[in-house]
């Protein structure tokens, strides 16, 4: 996988919806390497595969939450 930045998908070039409308949507993740695995992603997700959309800026993201087990 290639080494990029953390971003959240709403941003990435990778997100099926290059226009999302609110960070809550779910589209499907297009990263080549795990496209096979055909992942519902929501825009507030995120992962270190990003990479900025054409024309999307600096990443303004989210820090994952901690998770509550």
């Known amino acids: 996988m290639a080494e990029g930045q953390w971003g959240n998908c709403k941003g ?3 997100f099926a919806n290059q226009n999302p409308q609110s960070a809550s949507e779910t589209h499907r ?3 080549p390497e795990l496209s096979e695995f ?3 992603v929501s825009g507030e997700s995120g992962c270190n595969a990003y ?3 054409a ?5 303004v ?3 994952p939450s901690p998770s509550m087990h």
Do not use: D, K, N, S
Not at 55 to 59: D, I, L
């Open 12 to 14: 990435c070039r990778y």
């Open 38 to 40: 055909e992942l519902e």
């Open 51 to 53: 990479e900025a959309r």
């Open 29 to 31: 993740c297009m990263q």
């Open 55 to 59: 024309g999307v800026g600096t990443p």
């Open 61 to 63: 993201y989210e820090e």
